[in-house]
């Protein structure tokens, strides 16, 4: 690593497809007042920062990303898909116990996005 490469650090929620393009052109569309459509939005649009690697190999999240996220000792590194998503690991559980409560519910919210 040696400070060579700055890894993209995505904000804890946020996830961008790899078509995001046609997803986002079908969520203009779709209702803009529905709370299901607004949650997809949120998940859809991608708030993605260039972090530095410092020469122990380190990756130096922002203090913003870090408060936003709830970053302290304790994290989980989420792969999903061609990128990995940072957690504080009490956060990352609840939001993993909330979307298989609610795995229904986005199925279909995915279905109808043709995802």
């Known amino acids: 690593m040696g400070g060579k490469s700055s890894p993209e650090v995505v904000e804890e929620g946020r996830r961008n497809p790899p078509d995001g393009k ?3 052109q079908q969520l203009q569309s779709m209702s803009k007042v529905q709370p299901e ?8 649009v991608s708030g993605a920062v260039e ?3 410092d020469g122990q190999g380190r990756i ?6 870090r408060e936003h ?3 302290e000792r304790d994290v989980t590194f989420a792969g ?6 940072i957690w504080s690991k009490e956060r990352y559980e609840g939001e993993i116990r ?3 409560e609610r795995s229904r519910e986005i199925a279909t919210i ?3 996005l043709g995802l």
């Open 22 to 24: 046609r997803a986002r």
């Open 37 to 44: 459509i607004q949650e997809v939005r949120r998940m859809l």
């Open 51 to 53: 972090c530095p690697i």
């Open 60 to 65: 130096l999240i922002p203090p913003h990303l």
């Open 69 to 71: 996220a709830s970053l």
């Open 80 to 85: 999903v898909g061609a990128r990995i998503e």
């Open 98 to 100: 909330q979307t298989r």
């Open 110 to 112: 995915a279905a109808q």
